[in-house]
């Protein structure tokens, strides 16, 4: 019965009984981990006093091959994710991120890199912003079908991170968009004004126009926001590098527009939308859509 001990967020507590809990937890380097904290609430326990969801912690558990839950011995409590407690928008994003989490990594398959990347935008929800990161209601006429826009305020940062922890997602789970040609035919991608994307195909492709309701049409600037994350070199569609010389490549539109086109790929992916994707996405991206369907 090997006994590990690592760094883990928690992504999904349960009450076992008035003292005990059952954890799920995505541990640095063995992945998701889902055991049981008998005893986690009792005096002098070693549970820093139980556990708590969103929260980092080193963990010490038994490993049984035969059972289907870890007997978790200690947790030393290390860092509150305390944006997730305090601000509706950092609420709604942190728990978005533990749902990809719970529903895109399989049990005990490592991800150092995305466990790496869910602290840092758990981390972000919480940085102070500046009266220029936060981001307007949309006024325009660019609000997808049925959504209602974002209420004054809503951080900036929220959205980066969520762009940030998507697209890890998406890389890690051998994802990774097609940014640097048409994903469809691998010719070049056109210099215009709009792009497709085709969640088939998994990258960008040239635009379909309203012909095609199976290819997203998207703003080059939401592509350069993605370029940017994925360290391209190669020329983007609007003749400049592809680290992102789009005009407003770094706006509130742009990257919110990521973030959009972000979570309906990993929906596609997942067949089913996460139950926090929702919230998720009616507080924090109602703001303005990449250009449809994403």
């Given at each position: 019965?090997?006994?590990?001990?690592?760094?883990?967020?928690?992504?999904?507590?349960?009450?076992?009984?008035?003292?005990?809990?059952?954890?799920?937890?995505?541990?640095?380097?063995?992945?998701?981990?889902?055991?049981?904290?008998?005893?986690?609430?009792?005096?002098?326990?070693?549970?820093?006093?139980?556990?708590?969801?969103?929260?980092?912690?080193q963990v010490v558990a038994i490993v049984k091959p035969s059972a289907e839950l870890a007997t978790l011995t200690e947790w030393d409590l290390q860092e509150v994710f305390w944006a997730a407690r305090r601000d509706?928008?950092?609420?709604?994003?942190?728990?978005?991120?533990?749902?990809l989490i719970a529903h895109a990594i399989t049990d005990h398959?490592?991800?150092?890199?995305?466990?790496?990347a869910l602290v840092d935008g758990l981390r972000a929800l919480g940085k102070p912003q500046s009266d220029s990161d936060a981001l307007p209601a949309n006024r325009g006429d660019d609000t997808p079908e049925g959504a209602s826009a974002a209420g004054e305020g809503v951080s900036l940062n929220a959205v980066r991170a969520s762009v940030r922890v998507q697209w890890a997602v998406l890389v890690e789970t051998g994802y990774r968009p097609v940014l640097d040609r048409d994903a469809r035919t691998g010719a070049a991608l056109p210099g215009a004004p709009v792009l497709g994307f085709s969640p088939v195909a998994g990258g960008v492709t040239s635009d379909p126009g309203q012909r095609d309701a199976g290819v997203w049409?998207?703003?080059?600037?939401?592509?350069?926001?993605?370029?940017?994350?994925?360290g391209a070199t190669a020329p983007?569609?609007?003749g400049g590098g592809a680290t992102g010389d789009a005009p407003g490549a770094t706006s509130a539109r742009a990257w919110t527009g990521a973030a959009r086109l972000l979570g309906a790929y990993l929906c596609e992916i997942l067949g089913r939308r996460?139950?926090?994707?929702?919230?998720?996405?009616?507080?924090?991206?109602k703001i303005e859509s990449p250009v449809s369907g994403g």
């Open positions: 019965m090997p006994t590990i001990v690592d760094e883990a967020v928690v992504v999904r507590l349960w009450d076992f009984s008035e003292t005990s809990q059952t954890a799920s937890l995505f541990t640095r380097e063995h992945g998701v981990l889902r055991g049981l904290a008998k005893g986690a609430r009792r005096p002098h326990a070693r549970f820093s006093g139980g556990m708590d969801l969103l929260t980092r912690g509706l928008g950092s609420h709604y994003a942190s728990l978005y991120f533990v749902d398959d490592p991800h150092r890199e995305l466990y790496e049409r998207v703003r080059p600037e939401t592509i350069a926001v993605l370029r940017t994350l994925d983007g569609p609007t996460p139950p926090s994707y929702a919230p998720f996405v009616e507080y924090c991206l």
